[in-house]
């Protein structure tokens, strides 16, 4: 194969549900023939660091221009580089240390920040436990999309305190084990507290800046057109090799794809899979896969309907052949999935044995389409309508999501289901996850296709937001999915401040939600990036959402 990097891949919180690609129509699989399939021995996590400096790289933003740069405001490959959180994570999906020399719990409720020496904003001044105060209250207070209102840190100001020179302490009601992982994404980005209470609701935007402390700097956002960042010469772990990284907005696929191959991009995140042989015969640039929590799947909108009923959803699961489905929709750059918690979300932690172990018991998605018949006759028995619509509801322009849509009804049809595809505009299908309690964006449709991302290390994200009661997370769970034992389990998983003990927790409620297909994984999506032959140094894996992974590019 050509001009796709093999290595080994080393053993993500909030979760940037939606991160849905902007990709072009795949080519039907009769008329291009089988993609080769990639396996986890053909992923790299990131490529070896520049050792040449370069005046400018130009990258291509397949998400289109952002709708903020603040932490949290909004998912973008922009604002890691920028601003840097108190852990990092590693291209293998670990915690390193970062703008926080030391960072986690000395006691079960009880966690203490340490700020690394000589650590300064991009205007010199040095960043102090009041500025980490003033970063970590935005997010518990809802000012992103990160831990705001979680129940577990003390209420008040004794939750989020300055407790020395360099030092700050956070409390808990209860054990934590989420909190580290999500402080190593966006959740625990620093910024200047006094910039940002000057600045106000303009922060983040192209008229009010930032100011943190990461490798590059803000220069200048011009809406419409680019975003100019510059290196940030005094950056504590050494100064980046490019000195101007300037983003363009690229949202079409095809557009993007043509501006790589024609050298007017360096590079970019997410390049559209359906073009995956255009960017392998390139003869100036390299497709590069890497590892990711990402996944394509389909769930229930509401609790009544057809796709409230777990039977019918796990008929829909029977009839769809995932292997196809990869190949065609993926051009092989995926991976059967057996729950929507992907491995690499748990692969770098002291306790992958037992998450390994766990995993591997799952029972794997497999065609039977006579048992699919059945389960549906055995609904119809039930009094139900089964002739009635299912509505599947996706993101306009999205050919990606229309494509694995057009599957799921040709599924569906081929066991006696009628699904029907709902197409709606950008800001009307993200409704339904930005504003989860709005039963009216729901209504109308049965089931939501979508891909989704965890940023973070950890396991517990996805099915706290699905599985569990609402008024302990499950913003999600909108067929009010109510099982003690998983919720229990998941809840021990979360609280007890023993490793082992809280993933045999997770173990245990893996098996009892997964049969329950509260979300139907059809796959899971390795992580796209294309990067110029005379460029190295990139983060290829996931982690790429949430660490400074320009950090080391730069020349070869």
């Not at 021995?41 to 291509?60: F, H, N, Q, R």
């Amino acid at each position: 194969m050509k001009r796709v990097r093999a290595g080994c891949t080393a053993a993500v919180t909030a979760a940037a549900l939606l991160a849905t690609f902007g990709l072009a129509a795949c080519t039907p699989r009769d008329e291009v023939g089988a993609a080769a399939a990639l396996g986890p021995d053909d992923l790299i996590s990131s490529t070896p660091a520049g050792t040449e400096k370069v005046d400018e790289v130009t990258w291509g933003l397949a998400e289109g221009e952002p709708a903020q740069l603040a932490p949290g405001a909004d998912y973008n490959f922009v604002t890691p580089n920028l601003c840097e959180s108190l852990l990092r994570i590693d291209p293998d999906f670990g915690l390193e240390s970062g703008v926080a020399s030391f960072a986690d719990f000395v006691d079960p409720v009880t966690f203490k920040i340490r700020i690394r020496d000589g650590v300064t904003f991009w205007d010199g001044s040095p960043v102090t436990p009041e500025d980490v105060v003033y970063s970590l209250e935005r997010d518990r207070n809802e000012q992103s999309a990160y831990f705001g209102g979680t129940v577990l840190i003390v209420p008040g100001p004794d939750g989020i305190a300055v407790t020395g020179k360099d030092e700050v302490t956070v409390r808990f009601v209860a054990p934590d084990s989420t909190f580290r992982d999500m402080i190593g994404g966006g959740g625990g980005a620093v910024m200047s507290k006094a910039f940002g209470e000057k600045q106000g609701a303009a922060l983040g935007t192209s008229s009010g800046g930032l100011m943190c402390t990461g490798p590059y700097k803000l220069q200048s956002w011009t809406p419409g057109q680019d975003i100019v960042t510059v290196a940030n010469e005094d950056y504590w772990d050494g100064a980046p090799k490019v000195k101007k990284l300037t983003y363009k907005f690229v949202a079409d696929g095809t557009t993007m794809t043509n501006a790589l191959l024609a050298g007017e991009l360096d590079g970019a995140y997410n390049v559209v899979a359906a073009n995956r042989s255009q960017f392998e015969h390139s003869d100036d640039g390299t497709l590069l896969i890497g590892p990711s929590t990402a996944s394509l799947s389909f769930g229930p909108m509401r609790s009544e309907g057809l796709g409230a009923d777990p039977r019918i959803r796990q008929a829909l699961s029977m009839a769809i052949d995932r292997e196809q489905y990869i190949d065609t929709i993926l051009r092989g750059l995926g991976t059967p999935q057996s729950t929507f918690v992907a491995p690499f979300a748990w692969e770098s932690s002291d306790q992958a044995d037992i998450y390994k172990a766990g995993y591997d018991k799952l029972d794997a998605p497999t065609v039977d389409i006579d048992a699919a018949k059945k389960l549906v006759e055995e609904v119809r028995a039930d009094g139900q309508d089964t002739g009635k619509d299912i509505v599947a509801v996706i993101p306009a322009g999205n050919k990606m999501l229309s494509n694995t849509a057009a599957i799921l009804q040709s599924a569906a049809k081929e066991i006696g289901l009628t699904v029907t595809i709902d197409e709606r505009q950008a800001t009307d299908y993200a409704a339904i996850f930005a504003d989860p309690y709005n039963e009216s964006v729901r209504n109308n449709g049965d089931l939501v296709v979508a891909t989704g991302y965890t940023e973070v290390p950890g396991v517990l994200t996805y099915p706290q937001l699905f599985l569990m009661p609402t008024e302990l997370g499950g913003i999600y769970n909108w067929t009010n999915y109510d099982d003690p034992k998983v919720t229990d389990a998941i809840q021990g998983a979360r609280s007890n401040p023993d490793p082992q003990v809280a993933a045999h927790a997770y173990v245990d409620a893996q098996s009892r939600f997964t049969p329950d297909q509260l979300q139907v994984t059809l796959a899971g999506a390795y992580q796209t990036s294309y990067l110029s032959d005379d460029l190295t140094g990139i983060v290829t894996s996931i982690s790429a959402y949430s660490s400074p992974w320009a950090l080391h590019l730069g020349g070869k």
